[in-house]
């Protein structure tokens, strides 16, 4: 059975400067994916980045990147350039492999993200 | 766009009561609908998901069910509420590529 571990129940950054949270996973799945939403306080999920198992370079998106180590069974989280507005919960999640039916997602317990000034 | 609707946004229901549930998604067409529940700080748990209208795969026993009467309308139901069934219930949809897509949400109260 797949599992997501987020170790850091709660983490805090000052503006502007960089944050990493952290995300390991079990899987025996050779093909999978490592995703990472944003929840607010409004409660609803939105998607942040995405990398999938075979994927070279770990990906990117504006201030977001994934530190994806494959032998580590890690994907942590990295924002750069904190922004008051990044202050929310992030979940880290994984998908099974794909088997022509729906993918289905197993989500972390998340890391609530408090951003300073 | 797509869009992705879910009501009503909060709701307050004795225990015992049945339950109704919607989302709906406008812009694609034969997505992936699945419906989570949230438990007060906790991670989501995935309850049911669809693949097409009619076909309903349930990932955890309970007394929910989920239907698919048209292709981008997705319900969530209960005869008689518990306690436990309090949370915060989210409706994904998902189309070719891999992430899935929430809606606002439902904050249910069973009293």
């Known amino acids: 059975a797949q599992k997501i571990t987020q170790t850091q129940p709660g983490m805090f950054v000052q503006e502007k400067e960089a944050v990493t949270l952290d995300c390991t996973y079990d899987?025996?799945?050779?093909?999978?994916?490592l995703f990472w939403y944003k929840q607010p306080s409004s409660g609803e999920m939105i998607f942040l980045i995405y990398q999938g198992s075979y994927d070279e370079q770990n990906a990117t998106e504006g201030r977001y990147s994934l530190n994806f180590q494959k032998a580590r069974k890690s994907a942590n989280l990295v924002i750069s350039a904190s922004q008051l507005g990044d202050s929310a919960m992030y979940f880290c999640a994984m998908r099974e492999a794909y088997t022509g039916t729906a993918s289905k997602l197993t989500f972390g317990t998340g890391t609530r993200l408090q951003v300073t000034l | 766009s797509q869009t992705i609707h879910q009501w009503p946004a909060t709701l307050v229901q004795p225990v015992g009561s049945p339950l109704s549930l919607e989302c709906t998604v406008e812009g694609t067409s034969n997505p992936n609908l699945y419906w989570y529940r949230q438990a007060a700080g906790r991670g989501l748990q995935l309850l049911f998901y669809s693949v097409g209208i009619g076909q309903i795969s349930s990932e955890v026993p309970q007394n929910l069910s989920a239907s698919r009467p048209q292709d981008r309308q997705f319900i969530l139901s209960s005869k008689k509420l518990l306690l436990s069934d309090s949370g915060f219930y989210l409706c994904?949809?998902?189309?070719?590529?891999?992430?899935?897509?929430f809606g606002p949400g439902t904050r249910l109260t069973v009293t």
């Open positions: 899987t025996s799945d050779q093909s999978y994916g």
């Open positions: 994904a949809w998902r189309r070719q590529t891999y992430e899935q897509y």
